[in-house]
């Protein structure tokens, strides 16, 4: 595996793969890997010619400082754990060379789907994501690139990037990955304190219940429940919003011709964990 940690390098793999006729699948990842990235790169292997990690926390993402100073950075166990997976190239640029110019996101007009869940409590979270994506994009060409639906929102947010400019690749939605307790891995899991791992794994079984409640419930009654599952918990519940896949608008009456979704952030002291859940 080669580590490449400035965008000239890499322009130099790129060129020499893709003259060679080589498929290039891609994985951007913010690092603090766990299996869930790995379920990404397994089949972005088993698909491509050659696979490329980029392991970078883009400070545009993150609407509270905080949250970005304590994101956990473990690149040795990083690099460790990309080459026992067979990926290829990891690219491990530094925040200068993604922001020459400043740390500064575009503004994108994803139809609304940035303005829903996610977007309403993380303000300018789209725009940095949709930034920094694009960029990588540019640089690495993949023709494929692997999301997670674990970040639903975001996986739709690309969907519409690659969309909305054409641009000549496939995004592969990836399942989520769950510790053996349902817990959806993330790499937020580690800051957890020994009394949050006991309680997060509420957050799917909640998840699991609303699913069997809807059954023979409305939409309305299913948040209640949901809202009234985690006020016996020590987690705090931020939303609970039941949304169309393709729109992500709230989906107030269900009717079996839409696909819809369980949406959910919580948190467990300080950390903000996500989640999410088919209902079809
Ligand atoms: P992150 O490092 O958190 O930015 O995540 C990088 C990629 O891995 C994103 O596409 C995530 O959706 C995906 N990912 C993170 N956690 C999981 C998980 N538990 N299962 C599947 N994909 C995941």
Do not use: C
């Amino acid at each position: 595996m080669i580590i490449l940690r400035n965008s000239e390098e890499l322009k130099i793999w790129i060129k020499s793969n893709k003259n060679s006729g080589k498929t290039i699948g891609f994985v951007p990842t913010m690092g603090a890997l766990h299996e869930g990235h790995i379920s990404l790169v397994r089949k972005s292997n088993s698909e491509n010619d050659v696979t490329i990690v980029s392991v970078f926390v883009n400070p545009t993402q993150f609407n509270n400082p905080d949250d970005l100073k304590k994101y956990p950075r473990t690149e040795e166990a990083d690099t460790r754990l990309l080459e026992q997976a067979g990926v290829d190239v990891v690219f491990i640029p530094t925040v200068e060379t993604i922001y020459p110019e400043g740390e500064m996101s575009k503004k994108f007009d994803f139809k609304g789907i940035e303005n829903q869940m996610e977007g309403k409590f993380r303000p300018g979270h789209f725009d940095g994501v949709a930034t920094v994506v694009g960029k990588f994009f540019e640089m690495v060409q993949p023709d494929r690139a692997y999301f997670g639906e674990k970040d639903f929102q975001q996986l739709r947010i690309i969907q519409e990037l690659v969309n909305q400019n054409d641009l000549p690749l496939q995004i592969v939605p990836v399942p989520i990955m769950r510790e053996p307790n349902g817990l959806a891995m993330s790499s937020r899991n580690t800051r957890l304190s020994p009394e949050m791992r006991k309680e997060s794994p509420k957050i799917y079984q909640i998840l699991q219940e609303a699913h069997e409640f809807l059954k023979s419930h409305s939409i309305q009654e299913t948040k209640e429940f949901v809202t009234n599952a985690f006020s016996k918990t020590k987690l705090k519940l931020e939303y609970f919003e039941v949304a169309d896949e393709s729109t992500l608008e709230s989906v107030l009456d269900y009717t079996e011709t839409k696909k819809i979704r369980g949406f959910i952030a919580v948190f467990a002291d300080d950390i903000r964990l996500i989640d999410n859940i088919s209902l079809n």
